[in-house]
């Protein structure tokens, strides 16, 4: 299905050129960034008149000109000496530029301003032109440039363009015929980075303010050298490598990319512009005279405009010289496709809540702060919704999470087939482990710093046990945090043996912070485990509404009419009944949702034999009807929980199959259990059900609960861990703050590791391999002090 105008266009097929923006000629469109930093057209509805225009002159839709040789002649180029040593490769820019300035033409290439946002500008002498030198490896902001090259082609100035391949294609698509006097420079571009990585970068590392000037690449250690430089103010010269610097080593992995570069049109032969300069990379392997360690720059002649110039600048070099093009295409960007790093929208994820440096590390090293365990993975919605909002809030305080994957099961398993809606939502919503036998799983010690088991039903002995003892951390190393949120036991009694409940009590005592849902598992904890537990709110309470809103507003659905939701997991003619009274009494329409396992739909469809049952709910879907109805009937503590939380008022049902314990906890807490019925019939019997809800006291306890989760959940993760080790050999433990401590011999060392050092600062790899991690931590936490 076609689009109507250029703001429907998919983030993997625009290049943010802008040709769009002044072709419109009602002025509607604006180049705004998203949340990754890179500029895309957004159209004011109110002024766009569907005239189309947009979608014909951009050069991601239209076909690309294809006019420019297949084959291009290929040079190797060298400027003078100094130039050379003043420009990323071997000058050619400049060289071009020269020669457009003396036919009193003017340039328009790239510039970064002393706040380092990286633009284009025009030049009109050689003075301007310099700091349009050396590459600049993010995304320009092109501006108004389209508009003015136009004027200025229309007075007769020639005008040199330089920018991407993509940014040349979309000049071209909007001047149209109208180019004579048009000079196009192309780039053999790595891809876009985010202006907002780079301003990240420079503002965590140094301060932005800090910063007298940066340079992407310097030839310090040599041409062929991956290192960024940075002048201070203060003096200090900072020299980054591409294998520790942050930027440069997320740079060159393209974990920085923006989406349409992974399927470039304009990378591939023919090119867009008149001309193609870049880095003769490998050419030394051709001939080693054409590469002396102070820069070699990459012609490629694409039409006869392009000839005529080459031809101009070939008596100011120091070399130009033919050569055959499949000897220096090694690393540059001929190709259509250009992978992006596998970690590359995590690490855009992971830079709304915490810093650029921790995001590259960790998405390099493909490590997480957080490993949660559970039942997310099951076909229920109401669990769906429960993790989702204990991910949101770990993510909230700066954690990255990994949702472990069903452990013990690795063969074929229904519940967690890719077409379930639970599946589907963990693969856009989740990062998601793969999945590890019961044995397997210490490896996940490698991967999160910390764990966390729950919510839900997690310690239910009918649910724990098919997952051997790992719902308890029994595959955690000590010195790893383990904390359990929001657990429950489904019922107020634990249903194990004897003998593992001993087991249990010791695992549970090796947790740092334990919180269970119901005030009846705070009294399981104590007289059955001997372990403290903290009764805290189901995670979907804590969370802010706004992150079930944002989901709702993903769903297709669209109800126009007012209705009644009911969400049934157990039908029976008494809740049918119920439905009834209450569609009739209230005046509404019925819509309803079943238990969502898809096993159960058919079997639970015919149960209730009603019209309007749904079917195919996403849990977008699930969301949605609860936050639009008018009144929610149901057998599901989660059910209740989201007719609460969007203020409906309800009629719940208590489900003793599923564990009353939960109904009574959850009306109790909130004062509603007036709502509440175990005999569905009564609702028919209480005309009270058909009143509407005063949430002003609910309210008020939900915010104050909500507070005391949020307090409860950062002190268990932050909190101090002290753990006891021993070491039977001398160590002199360095540190990059070269810290000198020294551990004695068999003496029993406290160690109080803090997390959140943890998740922040890590030592050089050689200090990791000589002492163990958790001492490593300890003195790495007493350096930074």
Not at 78 to 95: E, N, P, Y
Not at 382 to 405: E, P, R
Not at 450 to 479: P, Y
């Amino acid at each position: 299905m076609s689009v109507k105008h250029i703001g429907d266009l998919k983030k993997t097929e625009c290049y943010g050129c802008s040709a769009c923006v002044y072709s419109c000629p009602f002025g509607a469109i604006t180049m705004e960034r998203d949340s990754e930093g890179f500029r895309y057209p957004v159209v004011d509805e109110e002024k766009c008149t569907g005239c189309g225009k947009c979608r014909k002159i951009c050069p991601s839709i239209c076909p690309k000109d294809m006019s420019n040789a297949p084959e291009p002649e290929s040079y190797a180029v060298w400027a003078d000496d100094k130039l050379r040593m003043d420009s990323t490769s071997g000058g050619a820019f400049t060289l071009i530029a020269r020669n457009i300035l003396a036919q009193g033409g003017v340039v328009c290439g790239v510039v970064m301003d002393e706040k380092f946002h990286i633009f284009h500008t025009i030049a009109t002498n050689e003075k301007e032109i310099e700091p349009m030198r050396r590459s600049k490896y993010v995304e320009s902001d092109l501006g108004d440039m389209f508009p003015r090259i136009k004027e200025l082609l229309e007075k007769g100035t020639k005008v040199l363009f330089t920018g991407t391949p993509c940014q040349v294609a979309g000049l071209k698509a909007y001047l149209g015929n109208k180019r004579e006097g048009l000079i196009a420079v192309d780039l053999m571009c790595h891809g876009g980075t985010s202006p907002k990585v780079f301003e990240r970068y420079l503002d965590e590392t140094f301060g932005r303010e800090n910063v007298k000037r940066f340079y992407f690449r310097t030839k310090y250690y040599g041409y062929n050298g991956t290192t960024c430089a940075v002048v201070l103010k203060d003096g200090q010269t900072y020299m980054g490598s591409g294998e520790l610097d942050p930027f440069v080593k997320g740079s060159y992995r393209s974990l920085f990319l923006r989406k349409s570069c992974e399927d470039c049109k304009f990378a591939s032969m023919p090119r867009q512009g008149d001309i193609t300069i870049g880095d003769c990379w490998g050419i030394a392997k051709y001939k080693a005279e054409l590469s002396d360690g102070r820069g070699t720059s990459l012609i490629l002649v694409n039409n006869e405009k392009g000839r005529k110039i080459v031809e101009e600048i070939s008596a100011n070099t120091q070399v130009f010289e033919k050569v055959p093009l499949e000897a220096v295409t090694w690393k540059n960007r001929f190709k259509e496709h250009m992978q992006a790093h596998s970690q590359r929208d995590r690490f855009f994820e992971m830079l709304n809540y915490t810093s650029m440096h921790k995001a590259v590390k960790y998405c390099m090293e493909n490590r997480y702060d957080v490993g949660v365990l559970g039942v997310w993975f099951g076909c229920n919605y109401g669990s769906i919704a429960t993790y989702y909002g204990l991910m949101k809030q770990l993510q909230g305080l700066g954690l990255s999470v990994l949702m472990i994957d069903k452990p013990g099961f690795v063969g074929r398993d229904r519940e967690v087939a890719e077409e379930n809606h639970s599946r589907v939502f963990a693969n856009t919503h989740f990062h998601v482990s793969k999945r590890y036998k019961l044995n397997e799983l210490r490896i996940l010690n490698h991967i999160c710093d910390s764990f966390v088991i729950g919510s839900d039903q997690v310690w239910n002995h009918g649910i724990a046990r098919n997952f051997g003892r790992s719902f308890l951390m029994d595959f955690v190393r000590d010195e790893k945090k383990k904390v359990a949120v929001a657990a429950s036991f489904g019922h107020d009694r634990d249903f194990r043996s004897n003998r593992e409940r001993i087991i249990a009590s010791e695992y549970f005592k090796r947790f740092d912070a334990i919180s269970v849902r119901e005030e009846s598992a705070v009294g399981i904890m104590k007289r059955v485990f001997g372990v403290d537990a903290t009764r805290v709110l189901d995670p979907v309470f804590s969370t802010d509404r706004q992150v079930y809103d944002d989901i709702a507003a993903e769903s297709t659905r669209n109800e126009t009419e007012p209705y009644m939701l009911t969400y049934i997991l157990d039908p029976t003619p008494e809740k049918k009944e119920v439905i009834r009274h209450l569609s009739e009494k209230l005046g509404l329409r019925t819509i309803h949702i079943l238990d969502g396992t898809p096993w159960n739909y058919e079997s639970n469809k015919e149960k209730l034999g009603m019209d309007t049952i749904l079917e195919n709910v996403t849990f977008q879907d699930w969301v949605y009807y609860f936050k639009n109805s008018s009144y929610v009937l149901t057998d599901s503590c989660h059910g209740m929980s989201f007719a609460i939380i969007y203020h409906k008022p309800f009629a719940g049902i208590g489900n003793a199959h599923r564990g009353m314990t939960r109904f009574a906890s959850l009306t109790k807490l909130f004062h509603v259990e007036d709502r509440f019925v175990t005999n569905p019939l009564d609702i028919i019997k209480n005309d009270h059900f058909l009143e509407p809800m005063d949430y002003t006291q609910v309210e008020e306890i939900m915010e104050k609960e909500k507070a005391f989760f949020q307090d409860w959940l950062k002190n268990a993760m932050f909190s101090e861990k002290t753990v006891k080790t021993y070491q039977a050999y001398p160590a002199k433990i360095e540190t990059t703050e070269a810290a000198d401590i020294h551990v004695k011999i068999n003496e029993p060392i406290q160690v109080k590791q803090t997390f959140l050092r943890r998740v922040y600062y890590h030592l050089p790899v050689k200090v990791q391999n000589k002492v163990k991690p958790i001492v490593k931590n300890y003195f790495k936490k007493k350096a930074q002090q």
